[in-house]
C-alpha cells in the first residue's frame, strides 16, 4: 500500500527535532485545551508543536474534503473517526501537504501563529468516548511465564490459548489519559498461608505493558467482522497500561476472570496514531501451531514493528528503563482479536478500545509487566536511587513509550504517564 503521507522523503516547514515521534509522516490525532481557557478541539501532532485543525478548517482548508467544519471542535475524536477511513486518510494527506516544506499550492505557514501552538502550552485530554473496552490475553511470552508461575511449568497454557484469542470486558470509564494520577486500590486478598481473605489496600501493584486498537466503524448486533476485512474497522493505536492489583485478582479470578484487581484504572497515550501511519512497520507474527480454524486464517504480515518500553520513576527518584520488548511479539494479532470478538454477533461502535493484553518477549528483559520481571516478587529489581522494587510503590510513576523506525522515520506514540497514589 502506497500512501502519500507515509513517505519517507517528505520533510515539514514545521522544525521537528530528531528522534521526534511525531515527523510528518505520523500526524497523530488528539484533542487538546489551550491552557488560557479556550474550548477542546482536534488537534494533531507535529515535531514538538501541535495544530489546531479548528483555525485550519474555519479558513477553509478542508473544505473540498466534505469533513463538516463542526466535528473539529467536538471535545472528543468520535464523529471524526465515524466519517470513515476515506475521509480521513484523505484529511491526514491534507495536513501533510500542508506542512510539507516543498508544498506550495497552499502557503500554510503563513498562518502558523494562527493555528500552530508549542505542545507544553496545551493540555491534552482524553481523546475518545470509550463505550467499550475489552482487553486481550494475547502474547504467548506472558501466558507461558503466568501459567508457568501459576500452574504448571512444563505445561503452562491451558488448552484454549493456541485455539482463540482470549479476553475478557474492562472498566470503560475507568480509562484515563497520560498525565492523570491512579489511586491504589482496596479489596479482598488471600495472605499466603491464610484460610480466609482480608481486606485492605493492595500490595502487589504492577503495569502491563500493552498497545489498544480504537475501532472506527459501527456494526449492528448480529453481525460479524470477517478476519479478512478486519483493519478496515481499525482507526489506530494507542498505548496502553492495564494497571494491576495482582494480590486482588489473584484471590478473585476463578472461577470468571479479572474484575477488582484491574477495573480500578487504565492509562492511555493523549495520541491515536492511525493504522496507515503504521504500514512502513508491518511484519509476520510467530507461528501459530496448531492450524487455527478458518475465521481467524489471515494473509501476509499482520503484526507491527514497533520498539516499546516502560519506565519507573520514583518518588523523588531519577527514571530508570525496566522493560525493553516490541508489538510484534503478539501471537494473535488485531485482525484476529476482533474477527474473534465478534464472530458470535457482538456488535461494536467507533470508539470502542481493544487492548493487547500484556506484551511479553522471550527473555527477561522484555517481560510487560513487574510480576514477570520480578517473577512473582521473588527478583528484585534495582533503580538508580539504590531502592528495588518487586511491585510499585507509592508514588512511582510508570512511563510507557512506543514507536516504529525505518528509512530515518520514527513514527511513535508519544508517552502514557501515570503516577501511583496511596489508597485512601
Not at 465515524?82 to 480521513?88: C, D, E, P, Q, S
Not at 502491563?208 to 467482522?225: C, P, Y
Not at 510513576?397 to 513514527?411: Q, T
Request: aromatic content about 10%; overall charge negative.
Amino acid at each position: 500500500m502506497t500512501i502519500r503521507a507515509n513517505d519517507p522523503s517528505l520533510r515539514s516547514w514545521v522544525d521537528v527535532p530528531s528522534g521526534s515521534d511525531f515527523p510528518i509522516q505520523n500526524l497523530p490525532f488528539g484533542i487538546a485545551r489551550r491552557k488560557s481557557g479556550d474550548a477542546p478541539g482536534v488537534v494533531v501532532a507535529i515535531g514538538e508543536q501541535i495544530a489546531d485543525l479548528r483555525v485550519l478548517a474555519e479558513h477553509g482548508f478542508f473544505d473540498d474534503l466534505d469533513i463538516p467544519r463542526a466535528v473539529f471542535s467536538q471535545p472528543v475524536l468520535n464523529d471524526l473517526i465515524a466519517l470513515g477511513k476515506a475521509k480521513t486518510s484523505a484529511l491526514r494527506n491534507r495536513i501533510s501537504q500542508l506542512l510539507d516544506s516543498d508544498f506550495d499550492e497552499w502557503d500554510a505557514s503563513e498562518l502558523a501563529h494562527f493555528f500552530l501552538f508549542p505542545q507544553t502550552e496545551v493540555e491534552m485530554l482524553m481523546p475518545l468516548r470509550v463505550g467499550d473496552y475489552t482487553d486481550f490475553y494475547s502474547s504467548i511470552e506472558h501466558a507461558s511465564n503466568v501459567g508457568a508461575m501459576f500452574r504448571d511449568p512444563q505445561n503452562p497454557l491451558l488448552p484454549n490459548w493456541r485455539h482463540l484469542p482470549v479476553g475478557y470486558h474492562g472498566r470503560a470509564s475507568s480509562i484515563v489519559v497520560s498525565g492523570t494520577p491512579i489511586r491504589r486500590p482496596k479489596g479482598q486478598t488471600l495472605p499466603v498461608g491464610a484460610d480466609v481473605p482480608v481486606f485492605g489496600p493492595s500490595a502487589r501493584m504492577d503495569f502491563e505493558l500493552e498497545m489498544a486498537f480504537v475501532v472506527g466503524k459501527n456494526t449492528q448486533l448480529g453481525e460479524s467482522v470477517p478476519v479478512a476485512d478486519a483493519e478496515d474497522y481499525i482507526f489506530g493505536l494507542m498505548l496502553f497500561n492495564d494497571w494491576s492489583a495482582r494480590d486482588i485478582q489473584q484471590w478473585e479470578y476463578v472461577p470468571l476472570g479479572p474484575f477488582l484487581g484491574k477495573n480500578f484504572g487504565s492509562t492511555v497515550s493523549p495520541w491515536v496514531v492511525m493504522l496507515e501511519a503504521l504500514e512502513p512497520f508491518r511484519v509476520a507474527g510467530p507461528k501459530q501451531e496448531p492450524e487455527v480454524l478458518p475465521y481467524l486464517q489471515t494473509e501476509g504480515p499482520g503484526n507491527f514493528d514497533l520498539h516499546l518500553e516502560v519506565w519507573i520513576r520514583p518518588e523523588k527518584g531519577e527514571a530508570a528503563r525496566v522493560c525493553l520488548s516490541n508489538f510484534k511479539y503478539m501471537y494473535w494479532n488485531m485482525a484476529q482479536q476482533l474477527a474473534h470478538h465478534t464472530v458470535n454477533g457482538c456488535n461494536i461502535q467507533v470508539g470502542d478500545m481493544c487492548a493487547s493484553g500484556t506484551i511479553s518477549g522471550p527473555d527477561a528483559g522484555s517481560y510487560g509487566s513487574m510480576l514477570e520481571l520480578s517473577w512473582k516478587g521473588t527478583r528484585p529489581i534495582a533503580l538508580p536511587d539504590g531502592s528495588t522494587r518487586t511491585f510499585l510503590n507509592d508514588g512511582d510513576e510508570v512511563i510507557l513509550r512506543g514507536w516504529g523506525e525505518r528509512n530515518g522515520v520514527r513514527v511513535g506514540f508519544g508517552e502514557a504517564r501515570g503516577a501511583l497514589l496511596s489508597a485512601i
